[in-house]
């Protein structure tokens, strides 16, 4: 590898070292070749081209669907003194023609282009004229209808490859079984491509799943106990998602909700507003998840169970794309596979719903594992963990499995005794023994099982019903008034066949005790802030949440909070100090350095040190 790469990693991004892969495809893209490289959100992709773009003569053309994202991204490269922009159908004519004038003059070295504008105004065409010399294709997997994306503009992406076969072509996505990887070698034209498929683990997150009961509450329990930090809420609903917002903001989180039935303008506000860090929890349906992409968010909460695990890594995987430490919280339960379950029998095409079926069960097994989670969700992209991962739930041992077989023969007995017409709180006034009106008229109170679970609360026999549900033993008929009936396992389970195993969370109340503060070492390697270091992370927060108000730009783009802990650790007197620190390169001194250097002297003044 030429030293060139290196020397740009630093001076330009301020990175010390190359994340796993990016230094082999930077240098397979400079030698020419074409490259298929699928890396894990977070992966850092972006770098993979841009860096080569400044080390080639002519432009970089980025073809990239996310036109939300384009203007960001621009801001971001050229936050490092990269000539950047972007052409979308979003933009003014006068905002295109600009950037149309940039591109004939040749003074830009990276183009980002929304697939649909490639085929209009004469672009294909203009290639040549605008001296490009490379081809990057971000979200590649959209170009198969294998992806979970498939966007009909891409098949035209063949062009390129057709018209222009001396220009090298990079393909990059973060979601790649091999069918979709073929697909786009095929589609695109990729001739001997350098492949690179990158471990999809992200150490940096730590897993955790929850019963669901009382979802607000527990939600902005959660949100609050991370208060000022960012985060995403999904939800599956739109009504879910205003209700959880509002629920949120009368607690004192500031969040906003975010979905496809909000006029356009609110919808965006909302957006820029949780970008700019001045909202901090945005409550999303994940219908919108690819219009939101923060570096820097902390935690992501999934209110309800998503339909896949391709979905929940997708959307968990939004949460410390720059690296540091991240919590995901699913709230899970029963309800919420039966409610799945209903909408999926309805599915005409029986593929279709076998898929979904199968999708469901697999999300299911993975909210109700004693292993670790990390394992079971690898094991789902053929790759192999070893378990023990030190941050999930399971390993972190917040979870234990305990034996519930005795009350599971109770609330199965009760279900056999009156004929399984009945649904779990009915079943659960019988073993709790309560003389309802319903239990009266029907005489249920002169079965053998009523009372016989008085011990225990009503919110344990409910819980025990909802685990009996996930693991398969009972399901709810939704025909006939919810009415539990007992699956051939269930049947087992009641004659003494099997046993009942259900998870209890070791202390409920743990995880609140680290509120504020990561509660896990992930392989960052990172060092520990001093409660003095945290206050001036904090300050230096606030410089830069004012600075990015005065240009208004995302804090994110002056510097990520990776940079902002460094300072905070080392507290850099010099300008050459502050260049040691990971997301400072050259440009970003120039511009900040001085500013943040007069910051950290004054605390250090302020603090007699
Ligand atoms: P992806 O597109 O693969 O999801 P990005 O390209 O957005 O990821 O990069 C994610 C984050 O990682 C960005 O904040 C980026 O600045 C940062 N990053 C990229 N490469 C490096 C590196 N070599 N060292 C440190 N941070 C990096
Ligand atoms: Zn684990």
Redesign the pocket.
């Known amino acids: 590898m030429p030293t060139a790469p290196r020397k740009i990693l630093k001076t330009v991004f301020g990175f010390d070292q190359f994340r796993p892969h990016q230094e082999a495809i930077i240098s397979a893209a400079l030698s020419g070749r074409d490259v298929f490289a699928a890396l894990p959100t977070g992966g850092g992709k972006s770098l993979c081209y841009q860096l080569p773009a400044l080390l080639r003569d002519g432009l970089t053309v980025v073809v990239s669907p996310l036109i939300a994202l384009m203007k960001d991204q621009v801001d971001a490269v050229r936050a490092a003194g990269v000539e950047a922009g972007c052409l979308n159908s979003a933009m003014e004519t006068s905002e295109r023609a600009e950037v149309h004038a940039a591109l004939n003059r040749r003074t830009l070295k990276l183009l980002y282009i929304a697939p649909e504008r490639l085929g209009v105004d004469g672009a294909y065409e203009k290639l040549a004229d605008w001296g490009c010399c490379a081809v990057a294709i971000d979200e590649a997997h959209c170009i198969s209808e294998w992806g979970h994306d498939f966007r009909p503009d891409y098949l035209q992406l063949s062009r390129i490859r057709r018209e222009f076969p001396s220009i090298p072509l990079i393909a990059l996505t973060a979601t790649a079984t091999k069918k979709v990887q073929e697909d786009i070698i095929g589609q695109l034209g990729l001739e001997k491509p350098h492949i690179v498929r990158a471990g999809f683990d992200r150490p940096e997150i730590f897993?955790r799943v929850e019963p669901k009961r009382d979802v607000l509450r527990r939600i902005a329990e959660f949100t609050l106990a991370r208060k000022g930090r960012s985060g995403i809420v999904y939800r599956s609903t739109r009504a879910d998602v205003e209700k959880t917002a509002v629920y949120l903001r009368d607690r004192g989180v500031d969040a906003l909700p975010y979905h496809a039935g909000l006029p356009d303008e609110i919808r965006k506000g909302n957006q820029d507003e949780f970008k700019a860090d001045r909202a901090s929890v945005i409550v999303a349906t994940v219908a919108f998840g690819m219009g939101i992409d923060k570096p820097d968010i902390r935690f992501v909460v999934h209110g309800d169970l998503p339909k896949s695990l391709e979905a929940y890594y997708q959307e968990t995987g939004r949460a410390g794309r720059d690296g540091d430490d991240a919590e995901v919280l699913l709230l899970w339960s029963a309800g919420d596979t039966a409610k799945s379950r209903f909408h999926i029998n309805k599915m005409e095409d029986p593929l279709e719903r076998d898929k979904a079926s199968d999708s469901l069960r697999k999300m299911m097994l993975f909210a109700r594992t004693f292993?670790?989670?990390?394992?079971v969700l690898l094991a789902h992209f053929d790759e192999t963990h070893p378990?023990?991962?030190?941050?999930?739930?399971?390993?972190?041992g917040e979870v234990e499995s305990v034996d519930a077989t005795e009350d599971a023969r109770k609330l199965l007995s009760a279900a056999a005794r009156t004929e399984q017409r009945y649904g779990s709180h009915h079943l659960v006034d019988i073993v709790r023994g309560t003389l309802t009106d319903k239990i009266k008229e029907r005489h249920h109170d002169r079965l053998p099982t009523f009372g016989i679970g008085t011990e225990n609360t009503r919110k344990h026999w409910l819980g025990i019903a909802e685990d009996l549900e996930a693991g398969g033993f009972v399901y709810r008929d939704e025909e006939r008034f919810k009415a539990l009936v007992m699956t051939r396992e269930g049947r087992d389970l009641l004659f003494g066949r099997t046993e009942f195993r259900t998870v209890r969370r070791a202390n409920d109340k743990s995880e609140s005790i680290h509120a504020g503060t990561l509660r896990f070492k992930s392989q960052s390697g990172d060092q520990e802030l001093t409660a003095k270091d945290t206050a001036l992370f904090e300050i230096l927060r606030k410089l830069r949440f004012r600075l990015a108000a005065e240009i208004g730009k995302p804090p994110y783009v002056i510097f990520p909070d990776r940079t902002l802990r460094a300072l905070a650790i080392n507290r850099p007197e010099t300008g050459s100090e502050m260049l040691e620190c990971p997301g400072v390169g050259e440009k970003k001194l120039a511009t900040w350095g001085d500013v943040f250097l007069a910051e950290i002297r004054a605390f250090a003044e302020n603090k007699g040190d």
């Open positions: 897993y292993a670790c989670r990390r394992k378990g023990d991962c030190g941050g999930c739930d399971v390993c972190a």
